[in-house]
């Protein structure tokens, strides 16, 4: 059934900028009730700002790459006593560079932040959704997700968590009047891309935030499990499926090699 949005509230992680942004500004947009999060306080209460008269928008900083961050975002959320009906699990990294020139320390925030802290905010806000029979989960994936990427291996690997997730998740809840979604965006205009590269594309290949957004909104409310934005991204990713997994991972490794 399409979710309705207007009058819900929602939390949306990364909501600083890119496509966390324009998911909150199209929720705004909705009537949806904000609370957003990243670690740039300014950007949150600029974005505050500008959705405050369609909606209320609550800001509140955190650093969600540590357990302590997640810690005090619940601790502030609680002492707002709102009940979330949607959770946008947005705020994410995409280091470049080979697995070994990472540190450990690196490693583990990543980790952390693409992958435990939208564990742990699902398993927080799930069972509230369940026991009202109503609410939203969209997760952003990405089609690096569904291959893995050499040059970017431990970020593909997060992000093919967090879509497996997603998908058992979704067979787990079917029927609880509560649906989950992976949106999975192959390469969009935002500050975590490298400029070159995306110069370096054809136009048809990249898309804007905002259209990214409105793709993961309308998986949302219709409650559809994967949602790929963009035609020759998912034709992209449905070609892929269908060679063996070495032809994919040597192709991938090529282009690694090639764009180092
Ligand atoms: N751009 C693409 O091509 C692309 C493709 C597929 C998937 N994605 C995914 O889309 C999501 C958003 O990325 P984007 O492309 O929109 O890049 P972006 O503009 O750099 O946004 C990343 C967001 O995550 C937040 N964030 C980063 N580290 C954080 C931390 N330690 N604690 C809390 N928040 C943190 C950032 O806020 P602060 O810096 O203020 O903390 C920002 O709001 C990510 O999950 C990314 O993997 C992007």
Same mark, same amino acid.
């Given at each position: 059934?399409?979710?309705?949005?207007?009058?819900?509230?929602?939390?949306?992680?990364? @909501?600083?900028?890119?496509?966390?942004?324009?998911?909150?500004?199209?929720?705004? @947009?909705?009537?949806?009730?904000?609370?957003? $999060? @990243?670690?740039?306080?300014?950007?949150?209460?600029?974005?505050?700002?500008?959705?405050?008269?369609?909606?209320?928008?609550?800001? !509140?900083?955190?650093?969600?790459?540590?357990?302590?961050? *997640?810690?005090?975002?619940?601790?502030?959320?609680?002492?707002?006593?709102?009940?979330?009906?949607?959770? *946008?699990?947005?705020?994410?990294?995409?280091?470049?560079?080979?697995?070994? +020139? $990472? $540190?450990?320390?690196?490693?583990?925030?990543? =980790?952390?932040?693409?992958?435990?802290?939208?564990?742990?905010?699902?398993?927080?806000?799930?069972?509230?959704?369940?026991?009202?029979?109503?609410?939203?989960?969209?997760?952003?994936?990405?089609?690096?997700?569904?291959?893995? =990427?050499?040059?970017?291996?431990?970020?593909?690997?997060?992000?093919?968590?967090?879509?497996?997730? $997603? +998908?058992?998740?979704? +067979? #787990?809840?079917?029927?609880?009047?509560?649906?989950?979604?992976?949106?999975?965006?192959?390469?969009?205009?935002?500050?975590?891309?490298?400029?070159?590269? =995306? #110069?370096?594309?054809?136009?048809?290949? *990249?898309?804007?935030?905002?259209?990214? %957004?409105?793709?993961?909104? #309308?998986?949302?409310?219709?409650? +559809?499990? *994967?949602? !790929?934005?963009?035609?020759?991204?998912?034709?992209?990713?449905? %070609?892929?499926?269908?060679?063996?997994?070495?032809?994919?991972?040597?192709?991938?490794?090529?282009?690694?090699?090639?764009?180092?």
């Amino acid at each position: 059934m399409t979710f309705t949005f207007n009058a819900t509230t929602a939390l949306v992680t990364g @909501a600083s900028s890119g496509i966390g942004y324009a998911l909150a500004a199209g929720l705004a @947009a909705r009537g949806v009730n904000l609370i957003i $999060t @990243a670690r740039r306080k300014d950007r949150l209460e600029a974005l505050a700002e500008q959705l405050g008269e369609q909606v209320t928008v609550v800001p !509140i900083a955190a650093d969600l790459s540590s357990q302590s961050g *997640v810690d005090d975002l619940l601790k502030a959320m609680q002492n707002l006593s709102v009940t979330v009906d949607v959770l *946008v699990n947005c705020a994410g990294l995409a280091p470049h560079g080979k697995f070994l +020139e $990472t $540190t450990d320390l690196d490693q583990q925030a990543l =980790v952390q932040l693409n992958v435990l802290t939208p564990t742990r905010l699902i398993r927080h806000f799930l069972p509230n959704m369940q026991s009202r029979g109503f609410g939203r989960i969209l997760n952003v994936c990405s089609i690096a997700g569904f291959h893995a =990427v050499p040059g970017m291996a431990q970020y593909g690997a997060t992000k093919a968590y967090l879509l497996s997730l $997603t +998908e058992a998740l979704s +067979e #787990e809840i079917k029927g609880s009047g509560v649906a989950i979604s992976a949106l999975c965006p192959g390469v969009t205009r935002t500050d975590s891309v490298i400029q070159a590269a =995306v #110069e370096a594309l054809p136009d048809a290949l *990249v898309l804007d935030p905002d259209v990214v %957004a409105e793709a993961g909104l #309308e998986a949302l409310a219709k409650g +559809e499990v *994967v949602c !790929i934005p963009g035609r020759l991204n998912q034709a992209a990713v449905t %070609a892929a499926q269908f060679q063996p997994r070495w032809l994919i991972r040597s192709f991938g490794g090529l282009l690694a090699k090639f764009g180092s």
